[in-house]
Nanobody, 117 residues
Framework: QVQLVESGGGLVQSGGSLRLSCVAS????????MGWYRQAPGKQRELVGV???????VYADSVKGRFTVSRDYAKNTVTLQMNNLNSEDTAVYFC???????????WGRGTQVTVSS
């Protein structure tokens, strides 16, 4: 059984930083991307940053230059370093793994990030 467990969310002031981590357990075949999405109240879930099968990082335009996503293949983890946070970054952040075979999405339960102005 696949499990994704996030950690590192919390409350931070505008301009501050947070680091999110996600550990994947279980057997996942043919991972295409591993990374982070977020969902703010009343809004749809959106991509934040993911690492592709080719080890490229893809970001939403709104976080480019501020967030860094990285993957540790040996530890089966993905992290999101978030700098210069602002109130628009307030959301629940979800770890995601997307597979090629079966086109499956695995999700963590999410971790709350709140940025106070």
């Amino acid at each position: 059984q696949v499990q994704l467990v996030e950690s590192g969310g919390g409350l931070v002031q505008s301009g501050g930083s947070l680091r999110l981590s996600c550990v994947a357990s279980g057997t996942i075949f043919s991972v295409y991307t591993m990374g982070w999405y977020r969902q703010a109240p009343g809004k749809q879930r959106e991509l934040v940053g993911v690492v592709t099968r080719g080890d490229a990082a893809v970001y939403a335009d709104s976080v480019k230059g501020r967030f860094t996503v990285s993957r540790d293949y040996a530890k089966n983890t993905v992290t999101l370093q978030m700098n210069n946070l602002n109130s628009e970054d307030t959301a629940v952040y979800f770890c995601n793994v997307h597979t090629i075979v079966g086109d499956v999405d695995y999700w963590g339960r999410g971790t709350q990030v709140t940025v106070s102005s």
